[in-house]
C-alpha cells in the first residue's frame, strides 16, 4: 500500500514535469533527430544518457558512481562508437570508390608531352575527370544545417530524459512504479 502522504501536489507537480521533459519534449526531439540524421547518429548520442543521469544523480541527489559502474558505461560507449565508425568508415569508403571512379562521360582528354621540347613522338592522352574530388566542399550547406539540427535534437533529448528521470527519481519516492508510470505515461498521452 502506497500512504496517502506520497501524493503531495508538489511530487505529482514534479513527476507531470518529468513527464513533459523525458516523455513529450525527449520522444519529440529524438524522434526529429532520427528523421534529419538516421539511426546510427542518433543511437551514438543516446548511449551518453547514462553518463548524463549518472552526473545528474551525483550533482542533485548526491549519489556515488563506483568505478565498476564508470568502466561499463566507458566499454557502453565506446562499444556503440566502434560500431557506429565503422559502419560510417564503410559507407564513406565505399561512396568515395563509387565518386572516385572516371568514364568518358565524365572525362576530358588533355594531350600532353613528356619531353621539355614537346616531341610529337612522346605525346600521351591522359583521362581527367571533371568531378569535383574536393571532400570538405561536396557536402552541401543544407546538409550540414540538417546535421546541425539533428545533432542539437539528439543532444537536447539526452538532457531532457535525464532530467526526466532525476525528477522521476527525486520525487517519486515511496510511490510504486505502476504509479508514476500512470502518473508520467497518462499526462503524456
Given at each position: 500500500?502506497?500512504?496517502?502522504?506520497?501524493f503531495?501536489?508538489?511530487?505529482?507537480?514534479y513527476?507531470l514535469?518529468s513527464?513533459?521533459?523525458?516523455?513529450?519534449?525527449?520522444?519529440?526531439?529524438?524522434?526529429?533527430?532520427?528523421?534529419?540524421?538516421?539511426?546510427?547518429?542518433?543511437i551514438?548520442?543516446?548511449?551518453?544518457?547514462?553518463f548524463?543521469?549518472?552526473?545528474l544523480?551525483?550533482?542533485?541527489?548526491?549519489?556515488?558512481?563506483?568505478?565498476?559502474?564508470?568502466?561499463?558505461?566507458?566499454?557502453?560507449?565506446?562499444?556503440?562508437?566502434?560500431?557506429?565508425?565503422?559502419?560510417?568508415?564503410?559507407?564513406?569508403r565505399?561512396?568515395?570508390?563509387?565518386?572516385?571512379?572516371?568514364?568518358?562521360?565524365?572525362?576530358e582528354?588533355?594531350?600532353?608531352?613528356?619531353?621539355?621540347?614537346n616531341?610529337?613522338?612522346?605525346?600521351?592522352?591522359?583521362?581527367?575527370?571533371?568531378?569535383?574530388?574536393?571532400?570538405?566542399?561536396?557536402?552541401?550547406?543544407?546538409?550540414?544545417?540538417?546535421?546541425?539540427?539533428?545533432?542539437?535534437?539528439?543532444?537536447?533529448?539526452?538532457?531532457?530524459?535525464?532530467f526526466?528521470?532525476?525528477?522521476?527519481?527525486?520525487?517519486?519516492?515511496?510511490?510504486?512504479?505502476?504509479?508514476?508510470?500512470?502518473?508520467?505515461?497518462?499526462?503524456a498521452g
Amino acid at each position: 500500500t502506497i500512504s496517502a502522504d506520497v501524493f503531495t501536489t508538489s511530487n505529482i507537480g514534479y513527476l507531470l514535469l518529468s513527464s513533459t521533459l523525458g516523455i513529450i519534449v525527449g520522444d519529440l526531439l529524438w524522434l526529429e533527430a532520427l528523421r534529419l540524421i538516421g539511426a546510427k547518429h542518433v543511437i551514438v548520442i543516446d548511449s551518453i544518457k547514462p553518463f548524463a543521469a549518472a552526473i545528474l544523480g551525483r550533482i542533485f541527489l548526491q549519489e556515488n558512481i563506483k568505478p565498476p559502474t564508470w568502466g561499463g558505461m566507458i566499454l557502453t560507449v565506446l562499444g556503440v562508437g566502434v560500431v557506429s565508425w565503422e559502419e560510417q568508415s564503410k559507407a564513406s569508403r565505399s561512396k568515395g570508390d563509387a565518386e572516385n571512379e572516371c568514364d568518358d562521360t565524365h572525362a576530358e582528354h588533355k594531350i600532353e608531352s613528356n619531353r621539355p621540347n614537346n616531341d610529337p613522338d612522346d605525346i600521351e592522352t591522359k583521362q581527367i575527370c571533371s568531378q569535383n574530388t574536393d571532400n570538405t566542399s561536396s557536402i552541401p550547406d543544407d546538409e550540414r544545417n540538417r546535421y546541425w539540427r539533428g545533432y542539437t535534437c539528439a543532444i537536447f533529448n539526452v538532457l531532457a530524459d535525464s532530467f526526466g528521470s532525476l525528477l522521476t527519481k527525486q520525487h517519486g519516492i515511496g510511490m510504486t512504479t505502476w504509479a508514476i508510470n500512470l502518473l508520467r505515461f497518462g499526462f503524456a498521452g
